[in-house]
């Protein structure tokens, strides 16, 4: 959903985890699929982390991901992130998004996450239509942190250009992957999203001249969580 309503902003490139192999710290080379999710984050300007919320914790799906990507130490450093949540009851995934925040605030990671409130969204079940999220609060909510998120990243973007060559030299080349291993390569795709400042400029660009940010998911569809 996320991909469709923001698409004059930020090209979103949707990335789920599900089928992914589940961590295993003997492993002596990074499975094929982790690596390849790892190139897409590698070239992203930010992550959005989207979560269900499974007995008051995240899916162990995601937590196996995030502990392979624990591996690549350069990979999530200092990489903007805003992690969203929906759940089936009352919680709004206020435990599942913690844990995600906290196990991306640990050594190996050190992702730079979006603080604040972020969208959680309660009785998921009921507000998704064919799959389409109806609840106008809702998407107002997710409008005001999606444009936080891209003001967050841009900020980001700003200082890695004034601090890193190599950062500066990624921001322009998005194809261009560094950050990873030989053996375990890099991450995820991602996106440059728009300042509210210079959103109508953004409005009249073609989808071919807008930035790219990637969303890891969950899953494609249930309650909405992998496209959010």
């Known amino acids: 959903m996320m991909k469709k309503r923001y698409a004059n902003q930020a090209v979103i490139e949707v990335a789920?985890?599900?089928?992914?192999?589940?961590?295993?710290?003997t492993a002596a080379k990074m499975p094929a699929e982790v690596a390849g999710l790892a190139h897409q984050i590698a070239a992203a300007d930010g992550v959005i982390i989207a979560t269900p919320e499974y007995a008051q914790w995240m899916p162990a799906a995601l937590k196996s991901v995030l502990e392979w990507f624990s591996r690549m130490p350069q990979l999530f450093e200092d990489k903007p992130v805003m992690v969203i949540g929906v759940s089936a009851d009352d919680t709004g995934a206020a435990f599942a998004t913690?844990?995600?925040?906290?196990?991306l605030s640990a050594a190996g990671l050190?992702?730079?996450?979006?603080?604040?409130?972020?969208?959680?969204?309660?009785?998921?079940?009921?507000?998704f239509v064919n799959g389409t999220?109806?609840?106008?609060a809702a998407l107002d909510q997710l409008d005001r942190d999606f444009t936080r998120f891209a003001i967050f990243v841009r900020k980001q973007m700003s200082v890695d250009a004034q601090t890193s060559p190599t950062q500066a030299y990624l921001n322009l080349n998005t194809d261009v992957v560094t950050g990873a291993s030989e053996e375990t390569d890099a991450q995820t795709g991602a996106s440059e999203a728009v300042d509210p400042d210079t959103e109508s400029e953004n409005n009249d660009k073609s989808e071919g001249d807008q930035p790219r940010e990637a969303t890891t998911s969950e899953q494609d569809a249930t309650t909405g969580a992998s496209e959010h």
Do not use: T, W, Y
């Open 98 to 103: 913690a844990s995600v925040k906290q196990v």
């Open 133 to 136: 999220l109806r609840d106008q």
């Open 16 to 25: 789920p985890i599900h089928g992914m192999p589940m961590f295993d710290e």
């Open 110 to 127: 050190s992702a730079n996450v979006l603080g604040g409130g972020q969208f959680a969204l309660r009785q998921a079940n009921a507000a």
